[in-house]
């Protein structure tokens, strides 16, 4: 069982309607996500071609911070504003489509971009279920 | 003259028929926003009352993380992609429209979150007035 | 093989002679102990006795913060700053320390405090063994 | 009066025997750094010369980071762990350290370098003029 799966079991109070597997997978997929693309965005860096790299690296830095938020915004749920984390999700998922976009286009020259693609796809998808859940 | 503007000035790319100024007052609301909503968050918890304030710490919290990533993507001008950005402050507007209504509550009893209520306004206002430039 | 392991061995330049598997441990168990103090501070947010566990917020806060800064700065090999990942890295174990000791003292009374507790000391322990490795 | 100076006058803790005024400037020099280092990087992504300013984008994002997660903790000062708070500092000390020495390089060639050289420099003061208040 992760840590994600076991501090949802031990919330002290009520998670609401919500199906648990579906916030699980969406936390993780964010977190995931998150460090991809931190690490895709280095690895755009060290290639000789940087400077056809860029427009990947600044899709890579705003998706690892909004993936980041998301999956911090998911873990509370004290107090939850749900427009609020309906609006995030929905930023999370444009940005995971974003970057997954622009990875495509660089995946057959950089085996990085192919595994940060994979990533952000999976992400998105999380997002865009845990959006249909919410109603 | 602060370093958000002479950051802006000295982009070598074209930041677009935005206005600059706009730019700038949003970014630093965000950026000083964040900081007082971690910093109303910790007041919160160091109230003898903090049982009564829980809403309101959950709210700072999440309001500090979209603010943060807010400030971030508006500090990004290369290969940028205008819907994101826009999903982005909007998510921030109604972040700190939550927080500053649920401090709101508190202003009369804490004076930290009287301040907390006019940072939130105040960045939610930007946000507002940026969207509306962005058309 | 897990995201981060990948985007290791896709990464297009010289990791340098870092145990990879080592690094891959590090990034993972901060990643994950960043969420789990997130997902902690907020279940104790909701705990009937908060007022108890004000300094377990605080030091989860600390402790998600640091954990997620490491996992950014160990994310990254372009034209890196041994001396700076050497300091993230024993800050970061020094927060999972402290967030570890203070988790363990409300452990018994509070589930997801003993699971916090576990991913701090996993964490602590990964940094501790880099640091090692680092020489 | 900033933000940062009226939320320090209302905390309704005990900030201890340190500086005001210090711990308000440093708060504040953070900030601003991790916006300047933040908007350097995507600046230096929007150069012709790319490829020669990868270590300084390295550089940046490490900063932003470490400046934002050291704003973060000492905006906290429920239940405060002086080990850590210290560790932090000086990490942070020491990326701005890195990133000015680095963005001093470009600074002829680039002015946003320079701009970000300034921030870096004045982080770095502010950091270790609080690590001797501290004691």
Same mark, same amino acid.
């Given at each position: 069982?992760?840590?994600?799966?076991?501090?949802?079991?031990?919330?002290? @109070?009520?998670? @609401?309607?919500?199906?648990?597997?579906?916030?699980?997978?969406?936390?993780?997929?964010? *977190?995931?996500?998150?460090?991809?693309?931190?690490?895709?965005?280095?690895?755009?860096?060290?290639?000789? *071609?940087?400077?056809?790299?860029? !427009?990947?690296?600044?899709?890579?830095?705003? &998706? !690892?911070?909004?993936?980041?938020?998301?999956?911090?915004?998911?873990?509370?749920?004290? @107090? #939850?504003?749900?427009?609020? *984390?309906? #609006? *995030?999700?929905? !930023?999370?998922?444009?940005? &995971?489509? #974003?970057?997954?976009?622009?990875?495509?286009?660089?995946?057959?020259?950089?085996?990085?971009?192919?595994?940060?693609?994979? !990533?952000?796809?999976?992400?998105?998808?999380?997002?865009?279920?845990?959006?249909?859940?919410?109603?």
């Amino acid at each position: 069982m992760t840590h994600v799966q076991r501090m949802l079991e031990t919330y002290p @109070g009520d998670l @609401g309607r919500l199906d648990r597997s579906l916030l699980e997978a969406c936390i993780e997929a964010c *977190v995931d996500c998150a460090q991809t693309c931190t690490a895709c965005a280095d690895a755009c860096l060290s290639e000789d *071609v940087v400077s056809s790299l860029t !427009a990947c690296i600044r899709m890579n830095l705003d &998706c !690892a911070d909004l993936c980041e938020v998301t999956s911090r915004v998911l873990s509370r749920h004290t @107090g #939850s504003c749900a427009d609020l *984390v309906r #609006s *995030v999700v929905e !930023a999370c998922a444009q940005a &995971c489509r #974003s970057c997954g976009e622009e990875c495509a286009l660089h995946g057959t020259a950089h085996a990085h971009c192919r595994v940060c693609m994979d !990533a952000c796809r999976q992400c998105e998808q999380t997002c865009r279920e845990l959006l249909v859940a919410f109603g």
